[in-house]
Structure formats: structure tokens, C-alpha cells
């Protein structure tokens, strides 16, 4: 299961947020793009690491998504509940309920 919505690890540490959520390859692309940032920007870097953090908190849930689908793993379908308890538990009633 992955967070949709606003990602507040990936607002603080930008990057190293994605590193946290074991998403190697995001990453690597972020970091290499704030090294970028710092290296080459012709404004203040602060405001434009300041941008790329909140790009990567508001879109951060599509770029682990996308990391999940290279290595793999796959939607076997979205699971409603009133709570990510109840939703898991769904899930796993409908898995359990294929292998028997």
C-alpha cells in the first residue's frame, strides 16, 4: 500500500525521504537533480530546494508508485475501508480467500 496525498518526510528531507521509503531510484534522480540545483542554479538555491521539496511531497506517492511497478510489484486492485486497517484487512481476506 502506498500513501496518496502529501508526504511531510519528503517536505523536511526532501531526497533522503525517498531513501527512507527504500525507493533507491527516485532517489538517486532527486539527488542528483538538488546537486544540480546547487551546483549550477543562477538564483538563491534555498528557494528552488525549497520547490523541489514540496514537488516531491505533493508527488511523492506517484514516484514510489512508479519505483514499485519497476521492481515488479503490481495492483491487484484498490481495497476501501474506513480505515488502512480495515482496507489491509480486506486485502487480505479477498488473497486468502484465491489460494483456497
Given at each position: 500500500?502506498?500513501?496518496?496525498?502529501?508526504?511531510?518526510?519528503?517536505?523536511?528531507?526532501?531526497?533522503?525521504?525517498?531513501?527512507?521509503?527504500?525507493?533507491?531510484?527516485?532517489?538517486?534522480?532527486?539527488?542528483?537533480l538538488a546537486?544540480?540545483?546547487?551546483?549550477?542554479?543562477?538564483?538563491?538555491?534555498?528557494?528552488?530546494?525549497?520547490?523541489?521539496?514540496?514537488?516531491?511531497?505533493?508527488?511523492?506517492g506517484?514516484?514510489?508508485?512508479?519505483?514499485?511497478?519497476?521492481?515488479?510489484?503490481?495492483?491487484?486492485?484498490?481495497?476501501?475501508?474506513r480505515?488502512?486497517?480495515?482496507?489491509?484487512?480486506?486485502?487480505?481476506?479477498?488473497?486468502?480467500?484465491?489460494q483456497?
Open positions: 500500500m502506498i500513501k496518496q496525498g502529501f508526504h511531510w518526510r519528503l517536505l523536511v528531507l526532501g531526497p533522503l525521504g525517498l531513501l527512507l521509503s527504500r525507493s533507491w531510484i527516485s532517489f538517486s534522480l532527486t539527488a542528483c546537486a544540480a540545483i546547487v551546483r549550477f542554479a543562477p538564483v538563491p538555491m534555498l528557494p528552488c530546494l525549497a520547490l523541489l521539496n514540496g514537488t516531491l511531497a505533493l508527488f511523492g506517484e514516484l514510489i508508485a512508479w519505483e514499485s511497478r519497476l521492481q515488479g510489484n503490481r495492483a491487484c486492485g484498490v481495497w476501501l475501508g480505515s488502512a486497517a480495515e482496507a489491509m484487512l480486506r486485502a487480505s481476506d479477498r488473497a486468502g480467500g484465491k483456497a
